[in-house]
């Protein structure tokens, strides 16, 4: 028998759900199917080099750099591009942050370091490793924010990883719950803005994999000011209901124009013509059949492909009807249906 897991004790961040953030989280959970589908289309390879674009000229964007999507693009593909010095290694930053996406755990701290690291190599001396000194978030008005004491740091941003891994909250919300935190520790010298948002996207990615080509942050520049006001009400309330709020509505907006059209079943199809599956998911089948246990990275390593794409095909799986998850992530199985 599967133990239970211990209902989690430790530090939580204040935060309330109101009721339209839990409509949105049913309308992401409803969405969410669509769009893994219309990342199996045939364009899907274009579509998502096109996301990836999106998401890194946005994010570095809300920051100041003023490259737009065909130079990211441009230095994506290794060509010239003339701009400032600093501008292009932001993106060349954010490439290889991007490239070792699958492989960073959401849930650790050092994967966090490592990130940033890459992320502000050569824009920083303090790359990789949490700021010694203290720091403010500034408008044209003056002081927005003074971040916690650098001595603070550490131990506020471990207990908000122990939060986020061992909490029963919806990983939707302890997504945007993180990000609302981060930003308010200012774990780093500089670089936070764009690591809070890529650690959301990195969280989502653990409940579904379709976030990994989903770029959020594109709607979030799109709502630049709308983004930070939601920052400043959740400060000013003392939790962070406003952000959570504003967060998800940009997820679904993001799901929902991101869809494309359904999938169109061929005319004469017979009503019970077999589902079809590419030849990842029919290994993912075939090793369920033997294994109802088997983990992503088990899968992966037995198919050859990295754990993004076992992900990805699951979340397939799933929204054909073929396969469910039963249970918890830790104790839970992977059940086959007949079809």
């Not at 999507?69 to 400032?84: L, M």
């Not at 824009?123 to 403010?136: E, N, Y």
Request: proline share 4%; aromatic share 8%.
């Amino acid at each position: 028998m599967a133990r239970k897991k211990e209902k989690y004790n430790g530090y939580k961040p204040p935060f309330m759900l109101s009721a339209k953030a839990v409509g949105m989280i049913a309308d992401i959970s409803a969405q969410m199917e669509r769009f893994a589908i219309r990342l199996e289309q045939s364009d899907a390879l274009t579509l998502r080099r096109a996301n990836r674009i999106k998401t890194i000229h946005s994010s570095l964007a809300i920051e100041g750099n003023t490259l737009l999507e065909s130079e990211v693009a441009d230095i994506i593909d290794g060509k010239t591009v003339v701009a400032p010095i600093r501008e292009i290694q932001e993106v060349k930053n954010a490439i290889r942050v991007y490239e070792e996406f699958d492989r960073l755990d959401p849930f650790s701290m050092d994967d966090l370091l490592k990130a940033h690291g890459l992320m502000m190599s050569a824009l920083t001396d303090d790359a990789g490793h949490f700021r010694r000194g203290g720091v403010g978030v500034y408008s044209e008005n003056g002081l927005v924010h003074m971040a916690p004491p650098a001595e603070r740091v550490y131990p506020l941003i471990s207990d908000l990883f122990n939060w986020l891994k061992n909490a029963d909250d919806h990983l939707l919300v302890r997504s945007c719950v993180f990000h609302y935190e981060f930003e308010l520790i200012h774990p780093f010298i500089d670089g936070n803005g764009r690591m809070g948002r890529l650690w959301q996207s990195l969280i989502l990615t653990r409940w579904h994999p379709a976030f990994a080509h989903l770029p959020v942050e594109n709607m979030v520049y799109s709502n630049q000011q709308a983004y930070y006001d939601a920052i400043a009400l959740s400060t000013k309330q003392g939790e962070s209901g406003p952000f959570i709020e504003f967060m998800l509505g940009e997820i679904l907006n993001a799901v929902r124009s991101h869809q494309g059209e359904p999938l169109a079943a061929p005319v004469n199809a017979p009503v019970n013509a077999p589902v079809k599956h590419t030849k990842t998911q029919a290994a993912i089948i075939d090793i369920l059949k033997g294994d109802a246990h088997a983990t992503y990275d088990e899968m992966a390593a037995t198919i050859g492909v990295n754990r993004t794409t076992i992900m990805r095909n699951i979340a397939a799986l799933k929204g054909k009807g073929v396969l469910e998850r039963v249970g918890e992530d830790k104790n839970g199985y992977w059940k086959l249906n007949n079809k």
